[in-house]
Structure formats: C-alpha cells, structure tokens
Nanobody, 128 residues
Framework: EVQLVESGGGLVQAGESLRLSCAAS????????IGWFRQAPGKEREGVSC????????YYADSVKGRFTLSSDSAKNTVYLQMNSLKPEDTAVYYC?????????????????????WGQGTQVTVSS
C-alpha cells in the first residue's frame, strides 16, 4: 500500500525555520518524484517544490526559492523540506505527493494533477 506521511509542522515566528518530513512507504523514491504543495485558507493549492531523487533534480517556486531546500534519504525513504526565513505568507497546510518518474513542473512549481498519491498534510503557521 502506498502511503505518504508528513510531519514537522508547527507554529514559529517570522524568520525562524522548520523542517518538514515526508515518509514514503509502498514504493521507492528511485521510482517516484516527490512534490510539496501548500494551501492556505481561502486560497488555491500552490506547488512549492519537487525532487526527483533518481535524477538528482530539484525545483522550487519563485516564492520559496533561496529559502526552502529539498533533500532525500533513500535509506529512510524520506524527503525533507527545510524551510528557512519563514514569512507569515508561508502559513498553510503543507502536503507531499508522489508522481511516478520525474517532476512535472510549470515555472519551477509542481503541478498537482500529475501526482498520484497524497499525504494528509501538516500545518505550518508563521506569526509576525
């Protein structure tokens, strides 16, 4: 059974950091790309970043470029999203999702319709 479990969300102040984890089971990160998305109340889902571990490729939306960094641990089958210099506008529920093959992106942002499996989400709240 394919499963994605996010963790690491929380409440921080502006300028602080968080690291989100996406633990995958039922498939290998060598075969799937992992995308991160976020959705704030009243807003559309936004593609944040994507990593294709097999290709060593990463992509970032302009809104997070230079502040967020993706990494993966194949032994743990886990992808990490390091978020630095957090801003109040980063407040959202963050989801990881899996897409077979490589990242499907538009302008650096992963596109949600390409992703087959989704986690339950983790809340990130950044206070000003």
């Amino acid at each position: 059974e394919v499963q994605l479990v996010e963790s690491g969300g929380g409440l921080v102040q502006a300028g602080e950091s968080l690291r989100l984890s996406c633990a995958a089971s039922g498939f290998s990160l060598d075969d799937y790309a992992i995308g991160w998305f976020r959705q704030a109340p009243g807003k559309e889902r936004e593609g944040v970043s994507c990593i294709s571990s097999s290709l060593g490729s990463t992509y970032y939306a302009d809104s997070v470029k230079g502040r967020f960094t993706l990494s993966s641990d194949s032994a743990k089958n886990t992808v990490y999203l390091q978020m630095n210099s957090l801003k109040p506008e980063d407040t959202a529920v963050y989801y990881c999702a899996a897409e077979r093959g490589s990242c499907t992106v538009a302008g650096g942002s992963p596109v949600f319709y390409a992703y087959d499996y989704w986690g339950q989400g983790t809340q990130v709240t950044v206070s000003s």
